[in-house]
């Protein structure tokens, strides 16, 4: 998505200070330099004192704006940004939006959740799970195709078989 | 991958590990690159990427996929080298290819290797019995009887006369006999036949041929051997004109029915058996096999049967050691009677001299050459630049044996005698050379079979070698003939200068001696006539040694030969054809005499007994014939004794006579096969 033009000395320690990823394919280049910007792209020229400014703008550009999805529980309704969601499940034709240490009842349906979700790196992972991919700390494959994802939260969630191509497609994209 | 092929056991479990492996090695890759993944996904979406479980996880799958290969690993580093620490001298084996390759090895360097032809074995034999049984359970025997004259109390050593007091076992050509011989009520007046077991089936294959007999509370063990014997008509192949021995039977019965227990079967020729409480020591050797001169190894490497279920013996169990002549392999078998279990050591090489058994050791002795360097190259006429005796130390704890490592010694030993372990120490009597190049030894090794003082000077004068010894404690007693016989003493109480304390020479020469007590040597041999040197008859000596300083001839007697004609005993040669009893106060042995006329001999076989008086000396008692002026040679070979009764066995009868008045035959029995 990005890339980044500054000089040799500088490049490591900058990339640290923007968490920036760069990949071979590009839309955005960022530099120090107006002489390196392209004319095919779109072309951040930034300067060391609005370091702070430019992660804000490109926490923007790859997160995009907040999606906040309703649900509910004993405590009451509440609207929560999507990424907090650890991951949502069906139980008993319900679905249950699990968070850090609690869980809501979500008044969509699955695959609504899927469709709104899908460019926020959500992921559906069996016929009754979609997970954030963001969410995940450890995957674990297991011997039949199957993935065992460890989140964040200590939670276990499976990736089944049929789904376990389009998982690993996700990852690399 | 010819080790593989000799383990499948251990082939199969390394064929599960190597699986185990991939798919573990082929998981933990999987699970890396998908982590790699999610990192780099979650690097990209700007979030914080800190795995908190991975790392441990990693390493303790590698430890998982490891821990299978490290066992086996170890495993079949154990069974290559399946000794721990191997004792110096001998090199182990991994694969036919390298007991091969010393064959080869052997086989160029040196101008001398003998073949001996075997045969392979497969079935058991079937025995036939005749006679019914009667079990006389409500007497009970003496106990006091003559039991085997062993070399070491607490080894017994077979034999083909045994008794415990109620009964006697009676091996005669292939016929086991089992006599009703004594009891307390009946003395011997009720002496008859419970059972025989015939053995003979001369040209049946693998028939077994019984050559000794163990006795104990529980069982009667029968050993012997197969062979195929001369002149079998084998209608198709016309004859068979081998008398090779290539097999060896242990045979255990009941001794409260005769019902057979169990049967081993040994693949080697028997060199020696000792029975120690319920374990049975077998020493055999089976000669490599020959095919168009070539050595067939893989044909030759030992194996055994118990109750007919196959036990072969491993390519990494054999040993070698290095100069001995690998034309055979040297099985040592510690067979547990009681519970069927058997421990072996294999040595590749021939042991063909001599055996002898101490309370936890075995020793047997085999020749060991030295070679001249480059002498195949170079062509000289002998290669061989020197032989020795080396001694082959084999511990045994109940039935589990341990190769404890060699010694070697100049010259060769006599018999099982020139042997002896006291305080955990090996004296050895030898000789090197003969005639003009006669020289003596007597070497004492330590535990580890290092080499502690050797004595080579003025044992035996010129042209003098080792005609018999024997050790008695801290002292040994040592035969020496070329014309007379020095009889010396040696003090061995300083095993690092042991010091020959006493002489004495007389003429002729003992051929066994045996310690009577602290103060009287027995000694059997031959009288020579200083003149001629030849023998003149079989003499029987005490030699007092109570002055150890000055050993005399307290008492001598002798059989004569007649003017044409000789006697013979087989005493002379064999210790267990001696009975010696300080209680009864006789010793006696079977003898023959052959007296030749101008057309005729005259033969006579008895058993001489005489008085052991360890103050008088000896002197004549009687002597037993079965049969007077008989057709048949009816020969005595052996004389036992239960109680106050004389038991003389002959190939015919089974005789008994009081040992106070033995000439006179209370009762004969026929104990030819019925």
Known sequence: MFKLKVNREEHKELKERLNLTESMIYDYVLTNDKLEAEDDKVNIVFNQAHLEKVTKLLDLIVKGEDIYVIGHNQFGQKSVEARNFYYFSVKEDLVFGILNNTEMIIDIKMYEIEELLKNKDFIRVSKNTVVNIGKIDYIKPALNSKLDLLMKNGDVVEVNRGYYKVFKEALKL | ?674
Not at chain 2, 37 to 63: C, D, E, H, P, W
Not at chain 2, 287 to 305: A, C, H, T
């Open chain 2, 1 to 674: 991958m010819e080790f593989l092929l000799n383990n499948p056991g251990i082939a199969f479990m390394l064929l599960i590990v190597f699986a185990f492996s991939i798919i573990m090695i082929s998981k933990i890759i999987n699970e890396i690159n998908f982590n790699k993944l999610l990192k780099f996904k979650q690097k990209q979406m700007r979030i914080n990427t800190q795995v908190t479980y991975g790392g441990g996880r990693v390493a303790f799958l590698s430890l998982i996929t490891a821990t299978p290969i490290i066992i086996i690993v170890l495993l079949v580093n154990m069974t290559i080298n399946p000794m721990g620490d191997l004792p110096s001298g001998y090199k182990s084996f991994n694969s036919l290819s390298s007991i091969e390759s010393v064959v080869d090895d052997f086989k160029s360097k040196s101008d001398i290797y003998y073949f001996t032809r075997t045969f392979s074995t497969d079935d058991f034999l079937d025995s036939e019995i005749f006679s019914n049984e009667v079990a006389y359970t409500t007497t009970v025997g003496s106990s006091d009887y003559s039991t085997v004259n062993n070399q070491v109390i607490g080894v017994a050593e077979m034999d083909n006369v045994v008794t415990n007091g109620k009964y006697i076992y009676i091996l005669n050509n292939n016929l086991l006999t089992i006599l009703y011989a004594y009891d307390t009520v009946n003395d011997y007046e009720d002496m008859h036949i419970i059972k025989q077991i015939d053995y003979s089936s001369e040209c049946e294959v693998d028939a077994m041929h019984p050559v000794g007999l163990f006795i104990d509370d529980e069982r009667l063990v029968v050993v012997g051997n197969t062979y195929t014997a001369y002149g079998c008509d084998n209608s198709d192949e016309g004859f068979w004109f081998n008398g090779s021995s290539y097999g060896t039977f242990i045979d255990v019965y009941e001794l409260e029915d005769y019902t057979l227990e169990d049967q081993y079967k040994l693949s080697g020729v028997y060199k020696g058996f000792r029975k120690i409480g319920d374990n049975l020591i077998a020493v055999t050797t089976d000669y490599m096999e020959y095919e168009n001169s070539e050595v067939d190894v893989l044909g030759s490497i030992p194996n055994y049967k118990i109750n007919n279920y196959s036990f072969d013996i491993k390519y990494n169990s054999i040993v070698y050691l290095e100069g001995t002549m690998p034309n055979a392999f040297t099985t040592f078998y510690g067979i547990n009677l009681e519970y069927g279990s058997v421990d072996t050591e294999v040595i590749l090489g021939d042991g063909r001299n001599n055996l002898y058994v101490s309370e936890n050791n075995i020793y047997l002795t085999s020749y060991s050459y030295s070679f001249v360097p480059f002498a195949d190259i170079l062509n000289f006429e002998s290669n061989t630049s020197n032989t020795k005796t080396s001694i082959n130390k084999v511990s045994y704890s109940g039935n589990n044996l341990s190769v404890e490592g060699v010694g070697y010694v100049e010259g060769n030993t006599l018999d099982q005698f020139s042997m002896s372990e006291y305080e955990g120490n090996l004296r050895i009597a030898t000789t090197k050379g003969f005639r003009e190049t006669a020289q003596n030894y007597l070497t004492i090794f330590d535990s580890n079979m290092e080499v502690i003082s050797v004595l080579n000077e003025g044992l035996g004068e010129e042209r003098e070698s080792l005609k018999s010894s024997t050790f008695f404690g801290n002292y040994a007693f040592v035969v020496t003939f070329e014309q007379t016989d020095p009889f010396y003493v040696i003090d061995l109480n300083d095993v690092e200068n042991p010091v020959i304390i006493g002489e004495l020479k007389i003429p002729g020469f003992s051929t066994y001696l045996q310690p009577l007590t602290d103060d009287i040597i027995l000694g059997i041999g031959f009288n020579v006539d200083e003149s001629t040197n030849r023998t003149t008859g079989i003499k029987v000596q005490l030699y007092d040694v109570s002055d150890m300083t000055l050993p005399v001839v307290m008492s001598s007697v002798e059989i004569l030969y007649s003017d044409y004609g000789y006697s013979y005993s087989s005493a002379t040669n064999n210790h267990k054809d001696l009975l010696v009893s300080l209680s009864n106060g006789i010793i006696a042995f079977p003898f023959t005499t052959y007296t030749y006329n101008s057309d005729n001999y005259t033969y006579i076989s008895g058993l001489i007994v005489y008085n052991l008086d360890l103050i008088n000396g000896l002197s004549e008692k009687g002597v037993v014939v079965h049969e007077t002026n008989s057709i048949d040679d009816i020969y005595i070979y052996k004389g036992i004794y239960i109680d106050d009764y004389l038991y003389t066995i002959s190939n015919k009868y089974v005789g008994v006579s009081l040992i106070e008045n033995p000439d006179e035959i209370l009762k004969i029995i026929d104990i030819q096969k019925k």
